[in-house]
């Protein structure tokens, strides 16, 4: 089975500053991707990063990247700079290639970002 | 690129009426779109996947007789929510995936969702 943990129900981080969401998984598969969204308060999904299993280097995205601990089983999201526009619920999801790699998505991080 | 539509975007409905919720791959095709619902202040729950000219496969505790799903081509899916009922109103959102393989093949792009709401 797989599993997926985001323990921090809210986070704030002050304008400008940078932010961690925290994000653990839990497979045995050895062929798996993890990905964040962004969900704002509008209901859409927006994708923000991917990082494969096998990737060597953490995957980057303009202001985002993706902190990964293969052995750790963590994938963080780094936002750096934050923006007003940044407020919004947050969830890592994970996919498996023993899985149709169909993604299971975590509880999320609601952030707020303060001016 | 990888645009995903639902329509509509909001429905309110009486109880014991059927509505249908359309969700459609723009500029790509979709051999696969999935289905979610989300509760308030809650994660995405997948409730099934549809492929193309096929029936669709249903999460454990989702009734298929209820929610009907039909993808009959490579860029429509519908959810249908027969006999709906208050414990039905909830935010339902569609993904596709594209046909390509690859890291691509493993991406989902998601539609706006549709806020069902049953009086």
């Known amino acids: 089975a797989q599993k997926i943990t985001q323990t921090q129900p809210g986070m704030f981080v002050q304008e400008k500053e940078a932010v961690t969401l925290d994000c653990t998984y839990d497979?045995?598969?050895?062929?798996?991707?993890l990905f964040w969204y962004k969900q704002p308060s509008s209901g859409e999904m927006i994708f923000l990063i991917y990082?494969?299993?096998?990737?060597?280097q953490n995957a980057t995205e303009g202001r985002y990247s993706l902190n990964f601990q293969k052995a750790r089983k963590s994938a963080n999201l780094v936002i750096s700079a934050s923006q007003l526009g940044d407020s919004a619920m947050y969830f890592c999801?994970?996919?498996?290639?023993?899985?149709?790699?169909?993604?299971?998505f975590g509880r999320g991080t609601s952030l707020i970002v303060h001016p | 690129g990888a645009v995903v539509s639902q329509h509509p975007s909001r429905v309110i409905c009486k109880s014991g009426t059927s509505v249908k919720i359309e969700c459609r791959s723009l500029?790509?095709?979709?051999?696969?779109m999935f289905w979610y619902r989300q509760f308030p202040k809650q994660s995405l729950m997948l409730m099934a996947t549809?492929?193309?000219?096929?029936?669709?496969?249903?999460e454990q505790g989702v009734e298929k007789d209820k929610f009907l799903i039909n993808h009959a081509s490579l860029t429509l899916s519908t959810l249908t929510v027969t006999s709906a009922h208050p414990e039905d109103s909830s935010f339902y959102i569609c993904?596709?995936?594209?046909?390509?393989?690859?890291?691509?093949?493993?991406?989902?792009?998601f539609g706006p969702g549709t806020r069902l709401t049953v009086t």
């Open positions: 993904s596709a995936r594209e046909a390509s393989g690859g890291r691509r093949g493993r991406e989902q792009y």
């Open positions: 497979t045995s598969d050895p062929s798996y991707g």
């Open positions: 990082q494969g299993s096998y990737d060597q």
């Open positions: 999801a994970m996919s498996l290639s023993g899985g149709s790699y169909i993604p299971t």
């Open positions: 500029d790509f095709q979709a051999t696969t």
């Open positions: 549809s492929n193309e000219g096929s029936k669709a496969t249903y």
